[in-house]
């Protein structure tokens, strides 16, 4: 049976995969069904959800999963620079004594998903490998605490990308991440960093002209 905690992170992977879109109604009794547990534990855990910023409650019609503003938007993407080239330049100290193979085996493996994706016909795959690489980098650094808030910052661009039909090709993507990888190889974590800056800004500037 899934905790409530479960049932939170299905939904914010759902929105990382592009499964659920901007303004899509979340049903109690779907979502208990679906997870074969109570209503109540369904509610707590959208009552969790909506702490974090991914539903809210509209009077008299249910839960439904937000459609982020012009300038949620840009919050979001301006709070993943911050947090993603901050940890990209910290990355040399974190590594120190480490074997850093263990870190770009990782990556790799990561990025050969990606392409497997990109020439499958699993749309929701590839938009969740996508958006996970930043979470897997993260983790790959000794970042957990960061890696659960790029889970959710990464989850609400996404949601963004989506409102505002982003025309960021998926093929650019993995590109971005497979130059951020060798930067790592190479030990050039500042290129990296800016890599990443320029990854995120290239992403953000792809949304569509209302954004």
């Given at each position: 049976?899934?905790?409530?905690?479960?049932?939170a992170?299905?939904?914010?992977?759902?929105?990382?995969?592009?499964?659920?879109?901007?303004?899509?109604?979340?049903?109690?009794?779907a979502?208990?069904?679906l997870?074969?547990?109570?209503?109540?534990?369904?509610?707590?855990?959208l009552?969790?959800?909506q702490?974090?910023?991914f539903?809210?409650?509209?009077?008299?019609?249910?839960?439904?999963v937000?459609?982020p503003?012009?300038?949620?938007?840009?919050d979001?993407?301006a709070?993943?620079?911050a947090v993603e080239a901050?940890?990209?330049?910290?990355?040399?100290?974190?590594l120190?004594?480490?074997?850093?193979?263990g870190?770009?085996?990782?990556?790799?493996?990561?990025?050969?998903e990606?392409?497997?994706?990109?020439?499958?016909?699993?749309?929701?795959?590839?938009?969740?490998l996508?958006?996970?690489?930043?979470?897997c980098?993260?983790?790959?650094?000794?970042?957990?605490?960061?890696?659960?808030?790029?889970?959710?910052?990464?989850?609400?661009?996404?949601?963004?990308a989506?409102?505002?039909q982003?025309?960021?090709?998926?093929?650019?993507?993995?590109?971005?991440?497979?130059?951020?990888?060798?930067?790592i190889?190479r030990g050039?974590?500042?290129?990296a960093?800016?890599l990443m800056l320029?990854?995120?800004?290239?992403?953000?500037?792809?949304?569509?002209?209302s954004?």
């Open positions: 049976m899934a905790t409530q905690t479960e049932i992170q299905r939904v914010v992977e759902a929105i990382l995969a592009q499964k659920l879109a901007p303004g899509e109604r979340l049903g109690e009794q979502l208990a069904d997870f074969g547990v109570s209503r109540t534990l369904v509610r707590e855990a009552m969790q959800l702490a974090r910023g539903v809210e409650v509209r009077t008299r019609k249910g839960w439904y937000v459609e503003s012009i300038e949620q938007a840009r979001a993407f709070a993943r620079r901050g940890l990209l330049g910290q990355a040399e100290g974190r120190e004594g480490k074997p850093l193979q870190v770009l085996k990782r990556l790799r493996q990561h990025i050969r990606e392409q497997a994706a990109i020439e499958g016909a699993d749309a929701a795959t590839r938009a969740f996508l958006a996970d690489f930043h979470v980098l993260a983790e790959c650094l000794g970042h957990r605490l960061l890696a659960d808030m790029l889970r959710d910052l990464t989850a609400r661009t996404t949601l963004v989506t409102l505002y982003s025309t960021h090709e998926a093929r650019a993507s993995c590109a971005d991440h497979a130059r951020i990888v060798a930067a190889e050039a974590f500042d290129h960093a800016a320029e990854h995120i800004g290239n992403v953000e500037d792809a949304l569509g002209h954004a």
